[in-house]
Structure formats: structure tokens, C-alpha cells
């Protein structure tokens, strides 16, 4: 099985670090990487990619450092950025074309692949319309055929949902799901639901950091008695909300009355009772100032 390998890999900018000594090894199998905006995800991608060298660290392909294999590794990728760039006068058809060719793929083998993947992306019936005309979910699926083109080893995806509806969605995780078993697939998202039932490896970063990776159950476990549940009246909902890290709000059966759900390590309020955790529950977990949270709360306590 083959192996992606970084090791302590940093990326600075000026005053800035965007990743910071991260380390972590991929093999086949799909990988959700998770954070909010701003958290160093596409740089790391980009990095993996080639796309950016990192300050300081190293990244290996089966025991080679990347930067030293050229296009040999470019051959192995398959990519698509947040943003895709292309010709808006092209038809979906005519850019696979020009992507394939850029790729180096034959004229007799990218056209089989080509109509395969309009195909499965849903765009066969578009594909002779011109990319200006498509929708924000009909580009991404353009974005995501291109990515499979040369049946890559490697394929990264940088927020690929983005502009797609729940039933793309929905296909996507499934197009996903089937090709991790033969690929290395990482795919980075602030949509905990995107990799919550298809990702083999889930990886939290935060402020360049890589602070957590696990399974899905690992992940989710690492809350177990820290999720609560309660109904209380709209100003006390107010005064929690301010103190703890609150996963769901919504109103209450009766009137000045609200049900929320509560991350906190001890009972946030009398009438609390446990509730079963969840993915997005151990995220907001990892990924919230904790300290800053506990300040408030100690200044503010709900009695």
C-alpha cells in the first residue's frame, strides 16, 4: 500500500505561520480534514499538492520526497481547488479536453474517461453547454470530474460541496465513499456532515495546528458526558449561551421557553440532563477557546 508521509511541515508567510509543524501519515482510505475558515486547511492541501513548498519540514511519496519526484508525483494527483479556474466560453466536454491534455493523457484514452465521468458527475446531458451558463453545483461537479481524469492515487478536494444542493451532496459522499478504497482521498470541508459517515480518518486543525485526528467514533467519544440537554426560559438561554459553548438552540414548546444543546465538562445548569454526543459536538469541542469559555462562565455563573 502506497504511504504519504509529512513530517513536521510548516508553512510560514512573513509574520504570519499557516501551518505549523504538522505531521501525519495517509494510506489508503478517505480523510476528512475539518476546521473553520482560516484554520490552514488549503495551505496544507496546497502543500501536499505541490502547489507550495514548505518553510521548513518535509513531505515523502512512498519514501521520496516530493519536490525531488517532479512530475512523476503530478501524474499521481488529482486536485480541485476551492476555486476552479477555467474558460467560461468552453463547453464542460471541450474543458475535460483541455484538461486531459495538460494531464498528458492520449486523445483515445482521456475521451472514455471524459464520458465516463460526465456520467457519473450528472452533467452528460450538459455537457455541450457552455461553462458560463452552468450553476455554482454544476461547476463543482465539472471541478470534481477533473479531478478524476487521470484516475489519480492521490485526490485532494478543498471544500468540494461548496454551491452543491442536499441530493448532490448526497452523491458526492457516495462517489467518495467508493473511491477510498483503492485512493488516498482527502477532503477538507467546515461541513462536519460531508465527512461524518464516509471519512476513515476524521483530522481537526485549528489555527494552523493539527489538534486532533481519529476515527469518526474515536473523535465523537472524546465528548462522551461532556453533552447536555435542557429547557430553560429565553434569559437564562441568553446568560448560557454567553457562558458555554451551545451546539443547538431553538425555541421551546411554550411561550419565553428554550431547548438548548450545551458542551461543557460539568452540569451547566440544575435541570440538565446527559444527552448522546455527536461529531459536530466533539468539533465545536476541540476547536472553541475553552479557556475563554470558562472565563465568561466563572464571571457569569447561572445559578
Known amino acids: 500500500m502506497h504511504e504519504l508521509k509529512l513530517y513536521e511541515v510548516q508553512k510560514k508567510y512573513?509574520?504570519?505561520?499557516?501551518?505549523?509543524?504538522?505531521?501525519?501519515?495517509?494510506?489508503?482510505?478517505?480523510?476528512?480534514?475539518?476546521?473553520?475558515?482560516?484554520?490552514?486547511?488549503?495551505?496544507?492541501?496546497?502543500?501536499?499538492?505541490?502547489?507550495?513548498?514548505p518553510t521548513t519540514g518535509n513531505?515523502?511519496?512512498?519514501?521520496m520526497?516530493?519536490?525531488q519526484m517532479g512530475a512523476e508525483y503530478r501524474r499521481l494527483l488529482g486536485y480541485l481547488?476551492?476555486?476552479?479556474?477555467?474558460?467560461?466560453?468552453f463547453t464542460a466536454e471541450r474543458f475535460l479536453r483541455y484538461i486531459a491534455a495538460l494531464k498528458a493523457m492520449s486523445a483515445e484514452c482521456s475521451e472514455q474517461k471524459i464520458q465516463e465521468l460526465l456520467e457519473l458527475v450528472e452533467l452528460q446531458k450538459?455537457?455541450?453547454k457552455k461553462l458560463r451558463t452552468f450553476s455554482g453545483g454544476m461547476l463543482r461537479r465539472v471541478g470534481i470530474a477533473q479531478a478524476l481524469l487521470n484516475n489519480p492515487e492521490i485526490l485532494v478536494l478543498d471544500e468540494p460541496t461548496a454551491g452543491l444542493d442536499p441530493k448532490?451532496?448526497?452523491?458526492?459522499?457516495?462517489?467518495?465513499?467508493?473511491?477510498?478504497k483503492e485512493k488516498t482521498v482527502l477532503l477538507s470541508t467546515h461541513i462536519v456532515s460531508d465527512i461524518e459517515y464516509i471519512a476513515d480518518q476524521i483530522l481537526i486543525m485549528k489555527d494552523g495546528e493539527l489538534i486532533c485526528s481519529g476515527t469518526e467514533q474515536g473523535i465523537t467519544a472524546s465528548v462522551k458526558g461532556y453533552v447536555w440537554k435542557c429547557n430553560?426560559?429565553?434569559?437564562?438561554?441568553?446568560?448560557?449561551?454567553?457562558?458555554?459553548?451551545?451546539?443547538?438552540?431553538?425555541?421551546?414548546?411554550?411561550?419565553?421557553?428554550?431547548?438548548?444543546?450545551?458542551?461543557?465538562?460539568?452540569?451547566?445548569?440544575p435541570a440538565a440532563e446527559l444527552a448522546e454526543e455527536t461529531l459536530e459536538d466533539a468539533y465545536l469541542y476541540q476547536t472553541q477557546d475553552i479557556n475563554r469559555i470558562r472565563s465568561r462562565r466563572d464571571e457569569n455563573a447561572v445559578v
Open 126 to 128: 450538459d455537457k455541450k
Open 168 to 180: 448532490e451532496r448526497v452523491k458526492f459522499r457516495n462517489i467518495i465513499s467508493s473511491l477510498g
Open 232 to 269: 430553560v426560559s429565553t434569559d437564562v438561554a441568553q446568560k448560557l449561551c454567553n457562558q458555554y459553548i451551545v451546539s443547538n438552540l431553538r425555541n421551546g414548546s411554550e411561550e419565553n421557553q428554550a431547548e438548548l444543546r450545551i458542551i461543557s465538562e460539568k452540569c451547566p445548569f
Open 65 to 67: 520526497e516530493i519536490a
Open 59 to 63: 513531505i515523502y511519496y512512498d519514501g
Open 81 to 89: 481547488p476551492q476555486e476552479l479556474g477555467y474558460y467560461d466560453n
Open 14 to 53: 512573513k509574520d504570519k505561520t499557516a501551518v505549523k509543524q504538522v505531521s501525519y501519515t495517509f494510506k489508503h482510505g478517505v480523510y476528512g480534514l475539518l476546521g473553520e475558515n482560516g484554520a490552514g486547511k488549503t495551505t496544507l492541501m496546497r502543500l501536499i499538492c505541490g502547489v507550495l513548498q
